[in-house]
């Protein structure tokens, strides 16, 4: 994502800034971006190791536990491991009191919104394509009558994409 520095101001005037600063914003999370974690061991071992704190605030009853849990763990890993066992308090200090579990679940929700959205963006584009395909074939084959039922007549449009031979979500 590409932040831009004027976006955080009003422009009442609508002219362009006379300054633009930009920054791109990586998303490091566990499971993203693999090729830059492919190239910093020390990002990725950090991505690790914030997934796993997460995962222990899941299942463990205090933040502390989670958070002793997830560093004992990532050490018996190798993962940021002389990091963690030089610095170990001071991990754990930093964590307890930057902490907000409210804000953490509403990031939460909202990564799984967006990707729920995201799921169902790419769900819609593939049966948009599978129509489109549908509608090119009844053309080719001057099946007009058809083609105007098919887009009054959902089960209509799903009976001729079997036939011809159409998959919903699994293009031909």
Do not use: W
């Not at 997460?54 to 205090?62: D, L, M």
């Not at 549908?134 to 009558?145: D, F, G, P």
């Amino acid at each position: 994502m590409e932040l831009r520095l004027s976006d955080c101001f009003e422009n009442t005037d609508n002219d362009a800034p006379c300054l633009e600063c930009t920054a791109t914003m990586l998303n490091i999370n566990y499971g993203h971006n693999q090729e830059l974690m492919k190239h910093c061991r020390r990002l990725e071992e950090y991505s690790i190791f914030v997934q796993c704190v997460r995962e222990y605030i899941q299942s463990e009853p205090s933040v502390e536990n989670a958070l002793e849990k997830a560093i004992d763990t990532c050490i018996h890993q190798d993962v940021l491991a002389d990091f963690l066992k030089k610095h170990r308090a001071e991990v754990t200090n930093m964590i307890l009191t930057t902490y907000d579990k409210d804000l953490y679940e509403k990031t939460l929700k909202e990564d799984a919104r967006e990707e729920g959205r995201e799921e169902g963006r790419a769900e819609i584009r593939a049966e948009l394509n599978e129509f489109k395909l549908l509608n090119k074939y009844l053309l080719k084959s001057k099946r007009y009558n058809d083609l105007e039922r098919a887009t009054e007549d959902i089960e209509y449009q799903k009976k001729l994409l079997k036939e011809f031979g159409i998959e919903l979500n699994g293009t031909k």
